[in-house]
């Protein structure tokens, strides 16, 4: 399992603040820690929702079962973060933690690790990097749509409730992470053919999974249904401000629209915008782009009788990914805002 | 639940799964100070500038005479146009063959009247009605969330227009794009959209129960504004280009009504972006073109201060390669 005893440099040692589900937790330190994980690139086997089987890839915890995305990491800034990652697979793999603004080089890397070899990325974070960061493998340019993908979240030092110092507060904090699935790309790397040249992706998910309407297989599972995934779904009272980390992986870009409240809309591509606008919908942008918005959870404005509850969804405008194997609207890229 | 046999007529034969048949009565029913009748067309067309044509589906207005479904209908579907703190009604009706619902974009209403489908029932054999009280002017848009890739590409869409109280203060007929926004002497709305013809033979409830109808894959070839061609038609059309006086102020309502991103080009005119997705700006944007992505909506004030024509260009990009997939273009004329 896990190795931790090397883990003794800088201030305090923790084990890592990763989730394997539900939301980020978080609680500001005075001191800087030092964040340590193990990640063990493996492969496996996802069913997509229309029952076909597809060869995966991703950082899982042990050994053998890939988890798409890996465990988040949250940490503040002056942290260190030790990374090691275990190769499992016969080909060179790597894990690098993307540039805060989209379109700038890793900020860190393990390097290659061989076949059945082993790195430990070691990054001490400075001041002024508080943001959103996805965590992929860049060996090629599409392992990370093979599921080799997680995201980071920068705190800034000593603050627990704001994206960067001074940011609008939030009293809560999850990862939306979206990838484009073309079957015809994992099945080529499973075969060890040729890598297609141009994709049509044909299933879309969010933090790994499709949505599952009423009436489906799977319905309220939050294993397989990405309405009920905890670490999708937002669900809050009113005033449960969220925080949300939207990461592209995927192929294709995107439009973020969530129903019931207007999003605040605090970072494109890692850049600050100028002031916050509040929008039904953002535009994501493919080629890694971010996007850092608060979900309200105020009264849904428009109601008549008023209300404070209710369910409605945050789905992908780009209707395209609403979908699985060319069909099945409602089994794509979709979650559930709640409202308790 | 969720599941409903086959039921035929007009966008052709065929079963339907995972939809959620109803028309109940409405919570808190009241009397509206606004009512829309819609009810829904499943023959329409759309003629392109090059002679070709794809059958369109969308709404009615049932008091304006519209019909029931099997004949066509204005496309875009009648705009609706409602004042800020107005207790709307739109009353949806549609008969036992088909099944479908009105999502108001951008208006944040309750479960029940948010018209999706698996939060709520995608309204058939008789009449819902979406009630609702608009707190925010600005632009948005009502469309079907029935099998939403396939009946949003098909026509399914209206534009929706909230305007402000009246300011007291001003002289009648003042218009203003939100309470003590920018006034404004001529409109114009450009809903950009883009045509992939192969997924207008399909039927209103194609891949629901499975099967690859390819609505993974849209490849458009015809780039519209607003219903019009923009090949040539929408060049010169009277209900897209815009003929103005010099000193006039215009309000654009840019609505990215199609499923690939855009950008907006207006031709050497800078753009006052005042408010976006019903929402005021904490400060004004001015820029000469704007990048959007499928449901956004920007409202943008021109002044032009000298007499001319500016074209403008709508670019549509495939979501995953980035590529030019085509344009679209119209006129604004200030004479
Ligand atoms: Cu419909
Ligand atoms: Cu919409």
């Given at each position: 399992?896990?190795?931790?005893?090397?883990l003794?440099?800088?201030?305090?040692?923790?084990?890592?603040?990763?989730?394997?589900?539900?939301?980020?937790?978080?609680?500001?330190r005075?001191?800087a820690?030092?964040?340590?994980?193990?990640?063990?690139?493996?492969?496996?086997?996802?069913?997509?929702?229309?029952?076909?089987?597809?060869?995966?890839?991703?950082?899982?915890?042990?050994?053998?079962?890939?988890?798409?995305?890996?465990?988040?990491?949250?940490c503040?800034?002056g942290?260190?973060?030790s990374?090691?990652?275990?190769?499992?697979?016969?080909?060179?793999?790597?894990?690098?933690?993307?540039?805060?603004?989209?379109?700038?080089?890793p900020?860190?890397?393990?390097?290659?690790?061989?076949?059945?070899?082993?790195?430990?990325?070691?990054?001490?974070?400075?001041?002024?990097?508080?943001?959103?960061?996805?965590?992929?493998d860049?060996?090629?340019?599409?392992n990370?749509?093979?599921?080799?993908?997680?995201?980071?979240?920068?705190?800034?030092?000593?603050?627990?409730?704001q994206?960067?110092?001074?940011?609008?507060?939030?009293?809560?904090?999850?990862?939306?992470?979206?990838?484009?699935?073309?079957?015809?790309?994992?099945?080529?790397?499973?075969?060890?053919?040729?890598?297609?040249?141009?994709?049509?992706?044909?299933?879309?998910?969010?933090?790994?999974?499709?949505?599952?309407?009423?009436?489906?297989?799977?319905?309220?599972?939050?294993?397989?249904?990405a309405?009920?995934?905890?670490?999708?779904?937002?669900?809050?009272?009113?005033?449960?401000?969220?925080?949300?980390?939207?990461?592209?992986?995927?192929?294709?870009?995107?439009?973020?629209?969530?129903?019931?409240?207007?999003?605040?809309?605090?970072?494109?591509?890692?850049?600050?915008?100028?002031?916050?606008?509040?929008?039904?919908?953002?535009?994501?942008?493919?080629?890694?782009?971010?996007?850092?918005?608060?979900?309200?959870?105020?009264?849904?404005?428009?109601?008549?009788?008023?209300?404070?509850?209710g369910?409605f969804?945050?789905?992908?405008?780009?209707?395209?990914s609403?979908?699985?194997?060319?069909?099945?609207?409602?089994?794509?890229?979709?979650?559930?805002?709640?409202?308790? | 639940?969720?599941m409903?046999?086959?039921?035929?007529?007009?966008?052709?034969?065929?079963?339907?799964?995972?939809?959620?048949?109803?028309?109940?009565?409405?919570?808190?029913?009241?009397?509206?100070?606004?009512?829309f009748?819609r009810?829904?067309?499943?023959?329409?067309s759309?003629?392109f500038?090059?002679?070709?044509?794809?059958?369109?589906?969308?709404?009615?207005?049932?008091?304006?005479?519209?019909?029931?479904g099997?004949?066509?209908?204005?496309?875009?579907?009648p705009?609706?146009?409602?004042?800020?703190?107005?207790?709307?009604?739109?009353?949806?009706?549609?008969?036992?063959?088909?099944?479908?619902?009105?999502?108001?974009?951008?208006?944040?209403?309750?479960?029940?009247?948010?018209?999706?489908?698996?939060?709520?029932?995608?309204?058939?054999?008789?009449?819902y009605?979406?009630?609702?009280?608009?707190?925010?002017?600005?632009?948005?848009?009502?469309?079907?969330?029935?099998?939403?890739?396939?009946?949003?590409?098909?026509?399914?869409?209206?534009?929706?227009?909230?305007?402000?109280?009246?300011?007291?203060?001003?002289?009648p007929?003042?218009?203003?794009?939100?309470?003590?926004?920018?006034?404004?002497?001529?409109?114009?709305?450009?809903?950009?959209?883009?045509?992939?013809?192969?997924?207008?033979?399909?039927?209103?409830?194609?891949?629901?129960?499975?099967?690859?109808?390819?609505?993974?894959?849209?490849?458009?070839?015809?780039?519209?504004?607003?219903?019009?061609?923009?090949?040539n038609?929408?060049?010169?059309n009277?209900?897209?280009?815009?003929?103005?006086?010099?000193?006039?102020?215009?309000?654009?309502?840019?609505?990215?009504?199609?499923?690939?991103?855009?950008?907006?080009?207006?031709?050497?005119?800078?753009?006052?972006?005042?408010?976006?997705?019903g929402?005021?700006?904490p400060?004004?944007?001015?820029?000469t073109?704007?990048?959007?992505?499928?449901?956004?909506?920007?409202?943008?004030?021109?002044?032009?201060t000298?007499?001319?024509?500016?074209?403008?260009?709508?670019?549509?990009?495939?979501?995953?390669?980035?590529?030019?997939?085509?344009?679209?273009?119209?006129?604004?004329?200030?004479?």
């Amino acid at each position: 399992m896990e190795r931790r005893a090397f883990l003794k440099a800088g201030g305090a040692s923790l084990a890592s603040a990763l989730m394997g589900s539900g939301m980020l937790t978080w609680s500001a330190r005075s001191e800087a820690a030092t964040i340590s994980q193990t990640l063990y690139i493996t492969d496996g086997t996802k069913t997509m929702p229309d029952g076909v089987s597809l060869y995966v890839k991703g950082y899982g915890t042990t050994a053998n079962t890939p988890l798409i995305p890996a465990p988040s990491i949250i940490c503040q800034e002056g942290d260190t973060l030790s990374i090691t990652v275990y190769n499992m697979l016969s080909v060179t793999h790597n894990l690098v933690i993307g540039g805060l603004v989209s379109g700038s080089a890793p900020i860190a890397s393990t390097g290659d690790i061989a076949p059945g070899g082993n790195k430990t990325l070691t990054y001490t974070i400075p001041s002024g990097a508080a943001g959103s960061y996805l965590f992929y493998d860049n060996k090629t340019s599409y392992n990370r749509f093979l599921g080799l993908h997680g995201g980071l979240a920068i705190m800034p030092a000593g603050i627990s409730n704001q994206l960067y110092s001074g940011s609008p507060t939030f009293v809560k904090q999850q990862f939306w992470i979206l990838n484009d699935i073309d079957p015809a790309l994992n099945t080529a790397v499973k075969n060890g053919t040729t890598i297609p040249t141009s994709f049509t992706p044909r299933y879309f998910t969010i933090n790994g999974l499709s949505s599952r309407p009423p009436g489906a297989a799977g319905h309220g599972d939050p294993t397989i249904d990405a309405l009920y995934d905890p670490r999708s779904r937002l669900s809050g009272h009113i005033g449960d401000r969220t925080l949300v980390r939207m990461l592209n992986t995927g192929m294709c870009s995107h439009a973020v629209h969530t129903h019931a409240n207007h999003m605040e809309w605090l970072t494109d591509r890692g850049t600050v915008r100028p002031s916050v606008w509040k929008k039904d919908t953002l535009y994501l942008r493919n080629n890694l782009g971010k996007i850092d918005a608060i979900f309200p959870f105020e009264a849904p404005p428009d109601a008549y009788p008023p209300v404070t509850s209710g369910h409605f969804p945050m789905h992908l405008h780009d209707e395209m990914s609403q979908t699985a194997g060319g069909g099945l609207y409602q089994f794509g890229s979709m979650t559930e805002l709640e409202f308790l | 639940m969720g599941m409903k046999g086959g039921s035929g007529g007009g966008g052709g034969m065929g079963s339907a799964c995972y939809v959620y048949p109803g028309a109940p009565a409405t919570p808190g029913f009241v009397t509206p100070d606004v009512l829309f009748q819609r009810g829904i067309y499943m023959n329409g067309s759309m003629t392109f500038d090059d002679g070709n044509a794809v059958t369109i589906w969308g709404f009615t207005d049932l008091a304006a005479g519209g019909g029931g479904g099997m004949g066509g209908g204005s496309f875009p579907s009648p705009a609706m146009r409602v004042t800020e703190g107005q207790i709307v009604h739109t009353a949806l009706t549609v008969n036992m063959m088909w099944m479908h619902t009105v999502h108001h974009h951008g208006i944040e209403p309750s479960q029940e009247n948010d018209g999706v489908g698996h939060f709520s029932w995608d309204v058939t054999n008789g009449t819902y009605t979406y009630q609702w009280r608009p707190s925010h002017a600005g632009t948005y848009f009502y469309h079907c969330h029935t099998n939403t890739p396939l009946h949003a590409e098909m026509g399914m869409y209206g534009g929706l227009i909230v305007d402000p109280v009246p300011n007291p203060n001003d002289p009648p007929g003042t218009k203003r794009a939100f309470a003590n926004g920018p006034i404004y002497d001529v409109e114009a709305i450009w809903a950009a959209d883009e045509i992939d013809p192969a997924w207008h033979t399909l039927q209103w409830s194609a891949g629901t129960c499975g099967g690859d109808v390819g609505l993974n894959n849209l490849n458009p070839r015809y780039f519209i504004i607003t219903g019009v061609d923009g090949a040539n038609s929408a060049l010169t059309n009277p209900g897209v280009a815009v003929t103005m006086q010099k000193g006039q102020r215009l309000l654009v309502r840019y609505i990215c009504a199609g499923f690939h991103p855009q950008k907006i080009d207006f031709g050497g005119l800078t753009a006052t972006v005042v408010a976006s997705d019903g929402r005021p700006l904490p400060q004004a944007w001015q820029t000469t073109s704007i990048e959007a992505h499928s449901a956004e909506r920007y409202d943008c004030i021109f002044q032009p201060t000298t007499t001319g024509t500016w074209t403008v260009t709508v670019t549509y990009y495939h979501w995953r390669s980035g590529a030019v997939l085509g344009t679209a273009r119209t006129r604004i004329n200030v004479v």
